[in-house]
């Protein structure tokens, strides 16, 4: 099904996967097979990167930045307001690829393009809107203000559950603050990741935008950790696990360079008494389920009053037993498939663990066969009512594995929302206004997204995206998170007659 998109795209099924824009280097690395968990085909394969290949990139990228930083910023929005078309151009193809590489349904491979445009969209405008503040000095004669100057070489580490979506929230933020970027993506998802090369090269061709600008590195786990040591690059954006996230974030920080870590979350629904329970179920339901709960963001808990407990687990288990499971390209189904064998395992353990813990099934789950299943990555969704406090809650699983469990006042239900070593997404279902309010307030949700009678999943761009605690505390997306791609200057300008200092301190000689 892919060999038409994949030619749309310029990919041969056995290329490099190291780029600097328009030219492929004939990459010397360990080859890297992607299959698709949708039917088990392999779509195609890639050369890795070598060291020699990934410092040649860097050369060419340092290179790239010495131009790049000297274009006006709306310049450089303007090549991003044109990737946005040129995405536009190719939603279907794109979010196609998506979908049979990753495995995603396909409206969901759409919205992963969307939020491509999206982005470009926001970062067209962010490119006349990279203000910094005017302040008043202490000293007569003296005028005092901050710039925002360009970064470097910012590199992007991508996990395979939005294999092209968190490359576009960095890298157009990135390039409309002058950065040129470096792109490790998944090793499970590197065909998507090529595609992305392609359309970026072709319009950078067009601009005559400098070689580098754009860079690809494709590898695994050693690529990721020569880009987290490296003094040449002064931001690293790393999304994937918080065991990655730890060494990332170590690496950098021993060098003292910055890094953004968008890691593992743990997202609680807390619905209450007041909830409106046919939006809670959705809510609950698409955030459990949806991308096989292979978001980030995706419902891993559900923290529900006593009173509605019972009522609202029946209401569960019904729309479970109408999920259609099944090729994610079919717009019919709703769920497709865990990313790989490796997946299945570990959500199988995870069941295991939830068994042993005292935890008990009310929908139970398991691996699918038969036909349309032959690729053995197809799982149902589960529900289990569990103590928060188990190990196994405590973890991040990445597999349509929801827990459930009851709570008698609020202020309990915060607790145990808090109480997981995780801070990405949270929300609450209700239609009061004192509980509503005391969940967003200092005392609610120590999370870095926390809504309203809306779930966990599917932030918009428009808002900085990321969390605390384990979830690694780094922003990316809207906002001002832009000011994580550039460097802050203080200037004091003295036009007086005179050299006053500050402070007061008096130094005649
Ligand atoms: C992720 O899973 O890494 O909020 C990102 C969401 C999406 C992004 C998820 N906009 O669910």
Redesign the pocket.
């Known amino acids: 099904m892919t060999d038409d998109i994949l030619k749309i795209f310029n990919i041969s099924t056995t290329g490099s996967g190291v780029s600097t824009g328009q030219h492929w280097l004939p990459a010397n690395g360990a080859p890297i097979t992607s299959v698709s968990p949708v039917d088990n085909k392999e779509i195609a394969t890639v050369k890795s990167a070598t060291r020699e290949d990934y410092d040649q990139v860097v050369a060419v990228a340092q290179e790239a930045f010495k131009v790049w930083r000297t274009w006006p910023a709306p310049k450089r929005g303007e090549i991003v307001r044109q990737i946005g078309e040129a995405l536009r151009g190719h939603k279907e193809h794109l979010g196609k690829l998506v979908s049979y590489e990753m495995g995603k349904s396909l409206q969901e491979g759409y919205g992963e393009v969307q939020?491509m445009i999206d982005i470009c969209d926001f970062a067209v405008g962010l490119s006349r809107q990279l203000h910094g503040l005017t302040m008043h000095s202490e000293r007569p004669g003296h005028r005092m203000y901050e710039q925002w100057h360009p970064l470097g070489i910012t590199g992007i580490i991508t996990?395979f559950?939005?294999p092209v979506?968190?490359w576009s929230w960095n890298t157009m933020l990135a390039w409309v603050c002058g950065d040129v970027c470096i792109w490790k993506p998944s090793e499970k998802t590197p065909v998507t990741a090529l595609a992305c090369q392609h359309i970026a090269a072709q319009v950078f061709a067009a601009n005559n935008v400098p070689e580098g600008v754009s860079c690809l590195v494709t590898g695994g786990r050693e690529t990721g950790e020569w880009l987290a040591h490296d003094k040449r690059i002064p931001l690293v954006s790393a999304?994937g696990s918080t065991r990655m996230g730890k060494a990332v974030g170590a690496a950098v920080g021993e060098r003292l360079g910055r890094s953004l870590l968008?890691l593992g979350g743990n997202n609680a629904i807390i619905i209450t008494a007041d909830a409106d329970l046919d939006m809670a179920l959705i809510g609950a339901v698409f955030g459990a389920v949806g991308?096989a709960g292979?978001?980030?963001?995706?419902t891993r808990r559900l923290i529900i009053h006593e009173s509605v407990y019972d009522n609202f687990i029946a209401r569960l288990a019904r729309a479970y037993s109408q999920l259609r499971i099944g090729n994610p390209l079919d717009e019919h189904n709703h769920v497709g498939p865990l990313i790989d064998r490796a997946a299945v395992e570990a959500y199988l353990g995870a069941i295991e663990q939830v068994k042993q813990q005292g935890g008990h099934f009310v929908v139970e789950g398991g691996v699918l066969t038969g036909p349309g299943y032959e690729s053995g990555c197809y799982v149902k969704p589960c529900i289990a009512a569990v103590e928060n406090t188990y190990d196994i809650v405590q973890h991040e699983t990445f597999a349509p594995i929801l827990y459930v469990m009851k709570y008698q006042t609020l202020e309990e239900a915060i607790a145990m929302q808090n109480d997981v070593p995780q801070g990405l997404?949270s929300a609450i279902m209700t239609l009061n206004l004192r509980e509503a309010e005391r969940f967003l307030s200092h005392a609610g949700s120590d999370c870095g997204i926390a809504n309203v009678n809306i779930g966990t999943?599917?932030?918009?761009?428009g808002g900085a995206?990321g969390g605390e605690k384990e979830t690694g505390g780094g922003r990316e997306s809207g906002s001002d998170a832009w000011k994580a791609y550039m460097r802050r200057q203080t200037n004091t300008i003295n036009y007086s007659t005179s050299l006053p200092l500050a402070q007061g301190i008096k130094f005649d000689i």
Do not use: H
């Open positions: 939020e996990a559950n939005f979506a968190v999304t968008e991308t292979q978001r980030c963001t995706s997404s999943s599917g932030a918009e761009i995206f």
